[in-house]
């Protein structure tokens, strides 16, 4: 059975800095599409950042880009989001997602985490 596990989210003040990781289990081929999506109180979820199954593809969204950085490391089947300068509208509900297919930012994932709170406080 697929399961997704996130940790590492947080409180941190504005300009600060967090990690994330997703943990995987039960996937067969040890390569495939890995996305963070978040979901502010009140909002509908949205892509934060995703790559394809051979890191040939990364993308951001606008709202992320220079400081957030989503990288893998496929031999701990671990998925990072590295955060810095956080803002208050960062706030939300951060959810790692995988596939074999790659969706760009789009929420058709089939697997989902949990999701990792992070509030920014100003």
């Known amino acids: 059975q697929v399961k997704l596990v996130e940790s590492g989210g947080g409180s941190v003040q504005a300009g600060g800095s967090l990690r994330f990781s997703c943990a995987s289990t039960?996937?067969?081929?040890?390569?495939?599409?890995r996305a963070w999506f978040r979901q502010a109180q009140g909002k509908e979820r949205e892509g934060v950042a995703d790559?394809?199954?051979?890191?040939?593809?990364?993308v951001y969204a606008d709202s992320v880009k220079g400081r957030f950085t989503i990288y893998k490391d496929n031999a701990k089947k671990l998925l990072y989001l590295q955060m810095k300068s956080l803002d208050p509208e960062d706030t939300g509900m951060y959810y790692c997602?995988?596939?074999?297919?790659?969706?760009?930012?789009?929420?058709?994932?089939?697997?989902w985490g949990q999701g990792t709170q992070v509030t920014v406080s100003s």
């Open positions: 997602a995988a596939d074999q297919v790659y969706w760009e930012l789009l929420s058709d994932y089939n697997d």
């Open positions: 039960g996937y067969i081929r040890n390569s495939y599409c």
């Open positions: 790559m394809d199954s051979d890191d040939a593809i990364t």
